[in-house]
């Protein structure tokens, strides 16, 4: 049982380019979520998604995009990737919102020059 | 607005000395207040759960209680691999949203 998985680990990108980190869960959980986390900022909720095919704005959705086709798989997308985006971001997903606790992916580390 | 907010930002423990942590939230019609702990390029890792006022919750050497404004996190003769940083998080009545506290930096030393 993998639990979450996040690929790529670490990724460099220049301002401009457009990316998608990968998150996949084998649990069949319904709730999935991305964040992001900042020195001295804590996590914060980019977009999540409630199931597949339904996905919604979190607290920093700007110049991100989410799409869920399946229960197991949550992109998520930078458009144009900013040097604002340079952070550690994390695929989180539980059984049923709040009800469960959530398992974290091990994060992607983006740096954006 | 919805805050949580950990205090105190990093402690520095010798091996035995017992703790808390302290997490005070004004999170709107509050469902739940979560603890994880998060080790240095790892995702958190959950620890606790808690519902309602007066409920407590125990793993190891670890503690978690509430009350209505805030949480703490009891650590009793902490040794020097319960060094992590914990985090806390308010779950929101309405919507479908974790508010993250920014978290505190345990060091515990031999």
């Known amino acids: 049982n993998a639990g979450v998985t996040q690929t790529p680990k670490f990724q460099v990108l220049k301002t401009g380019q457009s990316m998608t980190l990968q998150c996949a869960q084998d649990?069949?959980?319904?709730?999935m979520s991305w964040y992001r986390q900042d020195p001295g900022m804590g996590l914060r909720l980019i977009h999540y998604?409630?199931?597949?095919?339904?996905?919604d704005q979190g607290e920093v959705p700007n110049g991100y995009n989410v799409s869920r086709s399946t229960t197991e798989d949550f992109p998520l997308r930078l458009l144009s990737a900013a040097p604002s985006q340079t952070s550690v971001y994390f695929c989180a997903s539980m059984a049923s919102f709040g009800n469960t606790e959530a398992f974290f992916g091990q994060g992607t580390r983006l740096t954006v020059v | 607005e919805d805050q949580v907010t950990q205090s105190p930002e990093a402690l520095r423990l010798q091996e035995g000395e017992s703790s808390s942590l302290n997490c005070s939230y004004t999170v709107s019609g509050l469902r739940g207040l979560f603890w994880y702990r998060q080790d240095p390029g790892k995702g958190p890792e959950f620890l606790f759960t808690?519902?309602?006022a007066g409920e407590e919750k125990e793993k190891e050497r670890l503690k978690a209680t509430l009350t209505k404004k805030e949480s703490f996190l009891h650590i009793t003769a902490p040794k020097p691999e319960d060094s992590a940083t914990y985090l806390c998080?308010?779950?929101?009545?309405?919507?479908?949203?974790?508010?993250f506290g920014g978290g505190t930096r345990l060091m515990v030393k031999p």
């Open positions: 649990m069949n959980h319904e709730y």
């Open positions: 998080a308010g779950l929101h009545n309405a919507g479908n949203m974790l508010t």
């Open positions: 808690l519902y309602s």
């Open positions: 998604s409630v199931g597949a095919g339904i996905t």
